[in-house]
């Protein structure tokens, strides 16, 4: 029985160990969705993990229908921790693969400088369902809404903590 023990015990530690190797690292996370009208999603990346390089899939969150006469709204943080050394911050969404306004040159995505110090980056969109089926029939309407959040960090050598946070509410028009 004792054996049996310490080769379980040897195995959870290689298996820690590479997964180190491999850059896997776990970070915090909290979750309400998927929701009837709300889903909160949340990581953290101060627990060994750091904040991605480039335009990652950071969070997702999943409104259960999507329902006429509803503006779908969403808003998102995405903060480094006190050692960051991050040039840029960046976040961008999409609801079920379509991106959402605002847009700008055909983008939602948005950044900001950070000059290699602390910073948040803090956005918000939205997504007007009876448009947005009008031009993708079948996509949004009577249909789950999968809010994609995608973000990173852009730096000589990204590693940076952090948090990332993720509101979706649907509101009447």
Request: charged share 15%; proline share 6%.
């Amino acid at each position: 029985m004792r054996t049996s023990a310490v080769k379980i015990c040897s195995a959870a530690l290689v298996a820690l160990f590479m997964l180190g190797l491999l850059g896997v690292r776990p970070t915090r996370a909290a979750s309400t969705g998927p929701g009837k009208k709300s889903a909160f999603e949340s990581s953290d990346f101060s627990g060994g993990g750091d904040i991605p390089a480039g335009v990652s899939p950071l969070l997702t969150a999943t409104i259960v229908k999507g329902k006429k006469k509803n503006v779908l709204v969403v808003e998102a943080m995405l903060s480094t921790g006190a050692s960051s050394s991050s040039s840029y911050l960046y976040l961008r969404t999409d609801v079920n693969g379509y991106e959402i306004e605002p847009l700008s040159g055909g983008s939602s995505e948005v950044l900001t400088d950070c000059n290699g110090t602390p910073c948040t980056l803090t956005a918000a969109w939205w997504l007007d369902l009876d448009a947005a089926e009008a031009a993708h029939p079948g996509v949004f309407i009577n249909q789950p809404l999968t809010v994609t959040l995608r973000g990173g960090e852009g730096s000589p050598s990204p590693q940076s903590d952090g948090k990332v946070t993720m509101s979706v509410h649907l509101q009447k028009k």
